[in-house]
């Protein structure tokens, strides 16, 4: 099924978490780990995101952003993408490495912030990785270390997370640490963990529809926020939808994919088997299928192939990673 824009309203607090494919490992060592790392650093250094808290587990990743200056679609396409076309060919793998997409949960920052910090930090103590808090202080592939001051990362905002505690730093930490302390035998909490406001699909236009059943979307547990911070999501959604710009074209995203492949777009509508315009084919409807969530049956009518041919050969495209996020986001300007 095609997929949609989410709500990437800039400034909004996310918790964001994926999974492996199959509850598969997507970090087998601490390379795999520092090298996830180090793409969520260069996003941080480029301001597309402020990084408050995160957790690298090893068959799934939590964070907790607020994004910048890119939507959070782009981040996290920037950041999966890249780290599973690493990962697979450093391990010699193919197809997916993660389920479905990323879930995002629009949080209501007043009430939920530091009971995300502290809930996504204490993750590989619930798991036992880590046998205790003081062992969890040291733990790299966490964000609580750099909070606590073991290990320093200037990526992370950990003075945003202490300056809710103390204005001073020594005391800031002190605080910290004990209210992490005091949530280390909490277990899971399943209402911090849900599906995400837009789960896959929908974008903003799905949020608009959501006005009909307002009263059950209230209560929906994949809502961080009361109420009236519900009316601000749906206010804010119906203001995107009424200004959102007309999207490329398929003979404008044709004539640009052909051009920087060598063929002419022409070419891409005939039936030769020539291998950059097989390749371009698939190219274009990844972008236009599984990146715009436009109609797979407009691009088979157009390219005269069917649907499930066109379906077949995005999801080779999608799993093997090869498209630069640079070049999807000159294509579909």
Not at 48 to 73: C, D, E, Q, T
Not at 162 to 181: D, E, H, M, V
Not at 215 to 240: C, H, N, P, T, W
Not at 260 to 282: F, L
Request: glycine residues 8%; positive net charge.
């Amino acid at each position: 099924m095609p997929r949609q824009a989410r709500l990437d309203a800039s400034g909004v607090l996310h918790h964001v978490m994926a999974r492996g494919i199959e509850q598969g490992l997507i970090f087998r060592d601490d390379r795999d780990r520092e090298d996830f790392i180090r793409r969520l650093l260069e996003l941080a250094l480029k301001q597309a995101w402020a990084i408050y808290a995160w957790a690298l587990m090893p068959n799934h990743f939590h964070l907790l952003v607020r994004s910048g200056k890119n939507p959070l679609s782009r981040n996290m396409r920037a950041l999966m993408s890249g780290y599973a076309g690493y990962f697979n060919r450093r391990h010699n793998r193919h197809g997916h490495l993660f389920q479905n997409r990323y879930k995002s949960i629009v949080c209501e920052e007043e009430t939920y912030f530091l009971e995300l910090v502290r809930y996504l930090h204490l993750n590989p103590l619930r798991s036992k990785i880590v046998k205790n808090l003081n062992e969890l202080d040291n733990y790299k592939y966490t964000g609580h270390s750099a909070i606590v001051g073991t290990v320093e990362r200037k990526w992370q905002d950990t003075d945003d997370v202490l300056g809710r505690f103390n204005s001073k730093r020594s005391p800031a930490i002190r605080l910290y640490r004990k209210f992490a302390a005091a949530g280390s035998e909490q277990g899971r909490r399943p209402e911090l963990e849900g599906g995400g406001l837009l789960r896959s699909h929908g974008g903003w236009k799905g949020v608009v529809k959501l006005r009909s059943g307002r009263e059950k979307y209230r209560a929906d547990e994949r809502v961080l926020g009361s109420s009236s911070f519900i009316e601000e999501i749906l206010k804010e959604a119906e203001k995107q939808e009424e200004g959102k710009v007309k999207r490329v074209s398929l003979k404008t995203l044709m004539s640009r994919i052909a051009t920087d492949m060598g063929i002419s777009r022409e070419s891409m509508t005939g039936s030769g088997r020539n291998r950059k315009v097989t390749r371009a084919r698939a190219v274009l409807a990844f972008i236009w299928m599984r990146y715009l969530g436009r109609s797979g049956y407009e691009l088979a009518k157009a390219l005269g192939m069917t649907p499930q041919a066109l379906y077949a050969s995005s999801s080779r495209v999608e799993a093997d990673n090869v498209i630069r996020p640079e070049d999807l986001e000159r294509w579909c300007a």
